[in-house]
């Protein structure tokens, strides 16, 4: 294994790309290669050893990009490491507690053999994009719920993983 790692991820409004870039950035302190994309922009994975998915979750289904990003190289990603996260929650929740992934995430773990899963809190501020993003915001229940510690601790967890199967 070189040690190369894709992180990708699909976004509606820029929060779950932070994340990403986030974790890539701590994968590369730890020696690694790592390229933060946007899942729609990803042609192929073969020249990745490892993979984590990120995406946002909205109304109780991961964000497009990246459902389609799993389906579309399942058969590449059952091949390799992969690492799952997820982010949504404009609560406290995902700092207090461990939030199961969604259900079509859920079966794609099993399905890909991911390794792991973690939800991370959203974020959701004024200048969201869609009617429901901005309905939420208007009721007050908007925020940046992200703890980019947990991310952090999270992606060294990873990057140990990874470096401890290289060879």
């Not at 050893?49 to 964000?63: E, F, K, L």
């Not at 399942?74 to 969604?102: K, M, N, Q, T």
């Not at 501020?125 to 869609?130: L, P, R, S, V, Y």
Request: with cysteine.
């Amino acid at each position: 294994m070189t040690g190369t790692v894709l992180v990708t991820y699909g976004t509606t409004n820029g929060s779950t790309e932070e994340i990403a870039e986030t974790i890539a950035d701590v994968l590369r302190k730890s020696g690694l290669t790592a390229d933060a994309l946007p899942a729609q922009s990803v042609r192929g994975v073969a020249s990745y050893d490892a993979v984590v998915v990120g995406g946002g979750v909205y109304a109780g289904r991961w964000q497009k990009h990246a459902r389609r990003f799993l389906r579309r190289h399942r058969h590449d990603l059952a091949e390799r490491p992969l690492w799952l996260f997820s982010s949504g929650p404009l609560d406290a929740s995902a700092s207090e507690r461990d939030i199961p992934p969604v259900p079509g995430v859920k079966k794609a773990m099993v399905t890909l053999d991911a390794r792991e899963h973690v939800t991370f809190g959203g974020c959701l501020e004024e200048g969201a994009k869609g009617w429901v993003a901005r309905m939420i915001l208007r009721n007050g229940k908007g925020g940046d719920f992200r703890d980019f510690t947990a991310i952090e601790t999270w992606a060294a967890h990873v990057a140990d993983e990874l470096t401890h199967t290289r060879g």
